[in-house]
């Protein structure tokens, strides 16, 4: 059984400031890995994913994941927030070839600050 | 673009009533999901199917159905809807080992 954890529902930056949200798994097998960005009233769009290759992964919009599988995390960074960065973010699990069925963390929300 | 549509944005019915959630995807995707979301708990999976006529459970199966007779569509179904089930429903579609793409959700209310 594959399962995710994000601690803490909300974290609060200023402009300007990294962004750190942290995810951490378990998975039976070498997992595939996906941070989500949800707006308000959008559904999910994907930020990046890590599939098994390299395991600094750069997504969209300035944000990139690092995976480190001694310490079964997957955490999300961006150097600078930007207001419009304002969102809920989900790290979803998932086990290559089942048919792609994702598992997903609880979701934490950041707000950014002027 | 893959583009996974949802028939309705914001949805009322009554307890008791028979509801129908309606979700297209353009992609040619075999895999088609449906969630539902609510506050603090994430994202749930309701119900999946990875082929036409096919369906499996997902973690919270309870109260619901689904159909998919083409490959395109898949709709989710209340049989007999509980203020329980108001929530927002997502839709995803994807194809093998790719990630899912989603519909911009169902708000669904229950009075």
């Known amino acids: 059984a594959q399962s995710v954890t994000q601690l803490g529902s909300h974290v609060s930056v200023s402009e300007g400031a990294l962004v750190l949200l942290r995810c951490n798994y378990s998975s039976s097998v070498p997992p595939y890995l996906f941070w989500y960005v949800q707006y308000p009233n959008q559904g999910l769009q994907l930020l990046l994913k890590?599939?098994?290759?390299?395991?600094l992964v750069k997504g969209i919009n300035g944000f990139e994941a690092e995976f480190k599988k001694s310490e079964t995390s997957f955490h999300l960074t961006k150097p600078s927030a930007h207001m419009s960065d304002a969102a809920e973010y989900f790290c979803?699990?998932?086990?290559?070839?089942?048919?792609?069925?994702?598992?997903f963390g609880k979701g934490i929300t950041l707000s950014v600050r002027p | 673009d893959v583009k996974v549509t949802q028939s309705s944005r914001y949805l009322v019915k009554r307890t008791g009533e028979k509801v129908f959630l309606e979700c297209v995807q353009d992609m040619d995707h075999e895999n088609m999901f449906w969630y539902r979301q609510d506050p603090g708990l994430g994202l749930r999976l309701i119900y999946f199917s990875y082929d036409v006529k096919m369906k499996e459970k997902g973690d919270i199966p309870e109260g619901y159905s689904v159909s998919r007779e083409k490959k395109e569509r898949f709709s989710l179904i209340l049989e007999s809807a509980s203020t329980n089930q108001t929530s927002m429903y997502l839709c995803?579609?994807?194809?093998?080992?790719?990630?899912?793409?989603f519909g911009d959700g169902t708000r669904l209310s229950i009075l």
């Open positions: 995803a579609s994807s194809t093998a080992n790719q990630p899912q793409h």
């Open positions: 979803a699990v998932s086990e290559p070839g089942a048919n792609s069925k994702l598992t």
């Open positions: 890590y599939t098994s290759a390299a395991t």
